[in-house]
C-alpha cells in the first residue's frame, strides 16, 4: 500500500515495460492518472472533492497490450479492480446484467483484497488457537487446573504438531454448517444483490446444525485455522476499508466498448447498444450505488475502457460517453521487431512459460536468435495475411512449432534441445511458400 502512494510516473512506466512491449503512449496516460489519484490524496480543502479522475479511452487493435497495461497497473497499484466487457450489458429493459453491478462486484473484490491482507497478520496467532483446539481434543481436561497439570504433555505434543509428527493422525472434530438448503434465488434485473441478501438472511435466521468428522490432525488444524480467522477479524473494519478503497482506488476496464456503437434503423438486441453507453454515464460521471455493504460514489472511481474500433470510431459514440474519457490513447500494432522482444523480454515472456513447463518434464529447451527471429517474422507475416490478431498469434505460431514436443515430453526426457532457425523453417515451409495461410493457421 505504502509503495503504490511513492510511485512517479516514469516508475509506472518502468513497471509496465516489464510485461508490456512498447506502447509508451498508453502507459504514460496510465501513469499519469495514478499519480494524479495522489497528488489529490494530498490537497486539503473543498477543492480535493472536484478533482475527479481523468478516465482513459485506449484505441488499438486486438492483441497489443490493452487488456495487460490495465491488469498489470491494478496489480502494481494494489487497487481494487474490475474487467467487464461491455457487450455483456444491456439497458434496462432488455435481458442482461444492469451496468450498477459492476460497481457491486468491484466492492466484493476489494472485502476479498482487504480480508486477504489482514487474514495474513493475524495467520500465527490463528494457528496457535487451532493447535490449541487439536491439543485439547488429544489431551481430553476435565477443567482448567487438570489442563494446567498437563501443560507440560500438552507443550511435548504442541512440538510434534509443529514439526508435522501428527499431521496423518486421525481425530473426531465437531464442525457446523447451516440448515437452511442451498436454493437459487431469482431476481429481475438489477436485483442481485436483493436475492444475495435473502439468501443471507434465512441463512442467519437458521440454527446450524453441529456434524462430527474424522479427519487428520493437520485438517482439523487448517479447519480449525478458518474458524479462528473469522473470530480474529473485524468485518466491520474490513468493509470500512474496503469501501474505502473502491471509491478512491477502484479501477475499472471496460473492454469492447466499441461493440456499443449501434446503427440507425437497427432492430433486437442492437437496439439497446446506445441505451448501455446512456446507462454508464451516470455511473462514469459519479452516481450512487446500492450494494449490500452500503451505499458506493463512484465519483473518484478510475475507468478505462478499451475498443479496436475496427467497424466504428470512437467519434461514433454518444457525445456525452465521448465526454466522460478525455484521455485517449492510440495503442500501435505490432511489427515484427516488437514480436521479437514480446518473445523474450517480458518476465512472463512466452519462451520463459514453454522453458519452464517442459523443464518439469526434465527437458531443456533454448531457442537460438534466428530461431526467435524467424518465428516473429512468421507470426507477424500470418497477422498481415490473415486477421491481425496482434501478440496472441505467438501463442499459435509457439504452440505449432512445439507440438510434437509437448506432446512426446514424458517419453524422451531427459533430453536437452536447442531449436534453431533450420528447425522453425523445417516445421513452417509449406505454411510459408503457400499463401493460403488461414488453411495452416486460424
Known amino acids: 500500500m505504502e509503495e503504490y502512494w ?76 474490475m474487467k467487464v466487457e461491455a457487450s455483456k450489458f444491456t439497458e434496462v429493459g432488455y435481458v442482461g446484467r444492469d451496468v450498477e453491478s459492476i460497481v457491486r462486484d468491484l466492492l466484493d473484490t476489494a472485502v476479498h483484497m482487504v480480508r486477504s491482507e489482514k487474514s495474513e497478520k493475524v495467520e500465527e496467532e490463528a494457528e496457535q488457537r487451532a493447535i490449541d483446539r487439536v491439543l485439547d481434543i488429544l489431551l481430553p481436561a476435565v477443567d482448567t487446573e487438570q489442563k494446567e497439570r498437563m501443560e507440560a504433555t500438552r507443550q511435548k505434543y504442541r512440538k510434534l504438531i509443529e514439526e508435522g509428527e501428527l499431521d496423518d493422525k486421525m481425530v473426531e472434530i465437531e464442525t457446523t454448517e447451516s440448515t437452511f438448503p442451498m436454493v437459487e434465488v431469482f431476481s429481475p434485473q438489477g436485483m442481485e444483490e436483493v436475492g444475495f441478501n435473502f439468501q443471507e438472511m434465512f441463512s442467519d435466521m437458521m440454527p446450524r ?53 449501434g446503427s440507425e434503423g437497427e432492430h433486437g438486441p442492437n437496439v439497446s447498444r446506445q441505451g448501455v453507453q446512456r446507462d454508464l454515464l451516470p455511473l462514469v460521471e459519479g452516481a450512487n450505488v446500492q450494494t449490500k455493504h452500503g451505499m458506493i460514489r463512484t465519483d473518484h472511481i478510475l475507468f478505462i475502457a478499451a475498443g479496436a474500433f475496427h467497424v466504428g470510431k470512437p467519434s461514433d459514440l454518444i ?58 517474422d512468421i507470426a507477424y507475416s500470418v497477422n498481415m495475411s490473415t486477421e491481425n490478431i496482434g501478440a496472441r498469434r505467438l501463442q499459435t505460431v509457439m504452440s505449432t512449432l512445439l507440438d510434437e514436443i509437448m506432446f512426446d515430453a514424458p517419453d524422451i526426457a531427459p533430453k536437452t534441445i536447442k531449436i534453431g532457425k533450420k528447425e522453425v523453417d523445417e516445421k513452417f515451409t509449406e505454411l510459408v511458400e503457400d499463401k493460403d495461410l488461414t488453411r495452416y493457421i486460424l
Open 209 to 261: 446444525k453441529k456434524k462430527k468428522r474424522e479427519v487428520t490432525v493437520d485438517d482439523a488444524i487448517r479447519i480449525f485455522m478458518s474458524d479462528e480467522i473469522d473470530n480474529l477479524l473485524d468485518m466491520d473494519e474490513i468493509i470500512g476499508e474496503a469501501r474505502w478503497r473502491t471509491e478512491e482506488m477502484g479501477m475499472v476496464f471496460i473492454d469492447e466498448i466499441d461493440k456499443l456503437i
Open 6 to 81: 511513492e510511485l512517479s510516473p516514469s516508475r509506472i512506466v518502468k513497471e509496465l515495460s516489464r510485461y508490456v512491449i512498447g506502447q509508451e503512449k498508453a502507459k504514460r496516460a496510465v501513469a499519469i492518472s495514478i499519480r494524479n489519484r495522489w497528488r489529490r490524496s494530498k490537497i486539503e480543502g473543498a477543492i480535493r472533492e472536484d478533482i475527479i479522475p481523468n478516465n482513459i479511452l485506449l484505441i488499438g487493435p486486438t492483441g497489443v497490450g490493452k487488456t495487460e497495461i490495465a491488469r498489470r497497473l491494478a496489480g502494481l497499484t494494489n487497487a481494487p479492480f
Open 319 to 376: 457525445p456525452e460517453f465521448q465526454g466522460r474519457f478525455p484521455i485517449r490513447a492510440e495503442l500501435d500494432p505490432l511489427t515484427a521487431k516488437e514480436f521479437r522482444k514480446i518473445l523474450t523480454e517480458p518476465e512472463n515472456a512466452l519462451v520463459k512459460q514453454y522453458q519452464a513447463m517442459l523443464l518439469v518434464e526434465d527437458i531443456d529447451i533454448s531457442f537460438t536468435k534466428g530461431a526467435l527471429d524467424r518465428l516473429a
